[in-house]
């Protein structure tokens, strides 16, 4: 399909790349595995690894040569595969745990620096793979280095799993014993969802959805201070001139994505899939949505009129991204994980923002509580209640949540935990000490809304 940018494009995509930090955040190739089940879990995790390897070969050099080519760069290359759950029905969690070592073996040999799709969708229930599955994920995620896992507890149209939900609690609180060594780093790679999407590209939540072709490329485009700059520098406009000026911003930033999306595309021979403009924040200074949000005029994000600025800016980002591409995807918004946006970590250290400011953010935003750490001793209803309560959001609002919440190991309020790289550090946030556990223990499936019935 022809795609056609102009010079002045190219060079205002050169401005924002050296001036304002713009970069392509991952190029994410989605691989259909459900060919590779066998009898014999070794053999089926092998299928998998020898179809991943045969498949993105080529995945990371072509990358690296667009970044040369095109002086865009491109921080991450990952992979996403079919939800692992619906391959190993009969195989026990020990065999589920071996797969994802291979998994893990892969995408050390392609050169990825995650893979996606250690996953389940059990919104409505479980099947008997399922079940193992998530009984596999704290010794998975401790055992590996680039797996990532994702569970779906929660849609729309079928309300909430709370089996699930009380079983996730426990998850993460194996997830983080495990990896207490680390500060709890297995829960920066496991996301508990709502009305989780097919193609997203975004670790740690990415899988290859059922729907989707048997390879395609996705790209998450994340341009947190190009639109930063363009708010501080126009500090006399009003809400509805920002509002527009930011839609415009954004238009130009997926108009690059894409641009960068259809090239490895061709290059690759793995069909175009969408491009996600999420702003996704770093921890480095000027990459940030809290200065966003700040610069629009907030003291510190967290005060009064957060949700507001919030609401604006990832509205007018996903109008933007609608203008630019037919093919915009994924989450596209502004994600506001705390650990890996320098902003919320001052914010939250300050005390100015706290899990219940952020939990009224996610009603607006485009994913939900993200990277946030608790004290290790939080009970693991208290998590589940956590994670319960985001999707409830999700349901009844037709939007995608979630929860990457870390109780890190040994640490207190006001400690905090140290991931390095893309994930942070970030100050251990307090929760509520009322108990949520006689709730949590009832289990069972909260019923859909109403308004789910008239689709």
């Known amino acids: 399909m022809p795609f056609n940018i102009s010079n002045e494009e190219i060079l205002e995509t050169w401005r924002m790349v050296e001036v ?27 299928n998998i690894y020898d179809k991943i390897c045969r498949s993105a070969r080529d995945l990371v050099k072509v990358g690296q040569d667009i970044e040369k080519d095109f002086g865009i760069p491109i921080i991450n290359k990952r992979i996403s595969v079919t939800p692992i759950a619906m391959l190993v029905d009969g195989f026990s969690t020990a065999q589920i745990i071996k797969i994802g070592q291979y998994l893990d073996q892969a995408a050390r040999e392609v050169g990825v620096n995650f893979l996606g799709g250690f996953s389940a969708l059990v919104h409505k229930g479980y099947t008997r793979g399922a079940r ?17 896992s994702s569970v779906n507890v929660g849609t729309t149209k079928a309300g909430i799993n709370m089996d699930a939900v009380y079983d996730m609690g426990n998850i ?16 920066a790679k496991l996301v508990v969802f709502c009305n989780a999407v097919d ?3 975004f670790m740690a939540g990415a899988f290859h959805g059922p729907g989707e072709p048997e390879l395609v490329l996705n790209i998450g485009i994340s341009g947190p201070g190009v639109v930063g700059n ?5 500090p ?13 911003t954004a238009f130009k930033i997926t108009r690059s994505g894409e641009l960068v999306g259809r090239v490895a595309s061709n290059r690759l021979g793995v069909p175009f899939g969408i491009v996600d403009l999420s702003l996704a924040p770093t921890p480095a200074v000027g990459d940030s949505v809290a200065e966003i949000l700040e610069a629009m005029g907030l003291e510190m994000v967290g005060t009064h009129g957060s949700t507001a600025a919030l609401a604006l800016l990832n509205d007018a980002v996903k109008k933007g991204g609608a203008m630019a591409s037919s093919y915009v995807g994924g989450l596209s918004g502004a994600f506001i994980p705390v650990s890996e946006d320098a902003g919320m970590i001052a914010a ?24 946030i750490a608790v004290p290790g001793d939080t009970p693991a209803e208290t998590l589940s ?13 037709r939007k995608t949540t979630a929860v990457r919440i870390i109780p890190a190991p040994g640490k207190k309020e006001g400690d905090y935990v140290e991931f390095g790289g893309l994930l942070g550090r970030a100050p251990v946030m307090p929760v509520n000490k009322n108990s949520s556990k006689l709730f949590i223990n009832r289990k069972g499936r909260i019923p859909a809304p109403i308004q789910a019935l008239n689709n």
Do not use: W
């Open 348 to 371: 939250a250290a300050a005390g100015a923002l706290s899990i219940d400011k952020l939990e009224a953010m996610t009603c607006v935003c485009s994913v939900g509580l993200d990277m």
């Open 132 to 148: 193992e599955l998530i009984q596999a994920i704290p010794e998975t995620l401790a055992s590996t280095e680039h797996v990532c």
């Open 230 to 234: 363009v708010v501080k520098n126009n």
């Open 199 to 201: 193609d997203n590209p």
């Open 20 to 46: 304002e930090k713009l970069d392509i955040r991952t190029i994410t190739m989605g691989i259909n595995i459900l060919d590779c089940r066998d009898a014999d879990s070794d053999k089926t995790g092998q």
């Open 236 to 248: 006399n406009c009003d809400l509805g001139e920002i509002a527009n000026l930011i839609k415009n």
């Open 172 to 187: 993460i609180k194996a997830t983080a014993r495990l990896t207490a060594e680390r500060d709890g780093l297995g829960c």
């Open 385 to 397: 209640a956590i994670i319960a309560d985001e999707a409830a959001i999700g349901m009844i609002n």
